[in-house]
């Protein structure tokens, strides 16, 4: 017998078909075996493919903000967004990823709430205390890390890693010129 789903199940099961098999096993099949639920089950909830990847980037997006705001109230000083920008981004990077690459590989249309929020974020990111041309250097350093781990671009050793990102906030923190 088939389980009880919540939307949440079936954005789970996108993102981990995406995560480990790729963009080319997102099917609605393929979606309700991952969770556990009948086809007629996925479909009660998304109609289509579409509105899946839809959901499933509009419930990213939330659970990224909420992450956000939560990781900035640690600290006031300036530069407290960014470091929630560097500790949110690459604590889960996983996160964003599945539902990039679907909108990417379905319908770049899809992408618009993700670049309507980075845009927020961007200006969340200027108006944070910091110089917005370093601030944003710094940004698009963790976005270029992000990257390049959603790609399989570098291979950074885990220790490196670890230096790179305190690196990034040690910077955060400096007095700027």
Known sequence: MKKKIQNDELLN????????????????????????????????????????????????????????????????????????????????????????????????ELLRPLQDHYAVWQKHVEDDGLDPVFATIIRLAIDGLWFCDMFGLTSLEPELREKVLRELVALTRKEQL
Do not use: C, W
């Open 13 to 108: 099961a996108v993102s981990r078909i995406i995560n480990t098999k790729g963009v080319s096993y997102l099917t609605l099949e393929n979606v309700a075996n991952e969770a556990g639920v009948s086809k007629g089950g996925l479909l009660h909830y998304f109609p289509n493919k579409k509105a899946l990847i839809e959901g499933g980037i509009t419930s990213v997006i939330e659970k990224y903000t909420e992450n956000l705001e939560k990781s900035s109230l640690k600290d006031s000083d300036p530069g407290h967004t960014l470091r929630a920008y560097i500790e949110v981004s690459m604590n889960d990077p996983d996160q964003l990823t599945a539902g990039l690459l679907a909108a990417i590989a379905t319908d770049p």
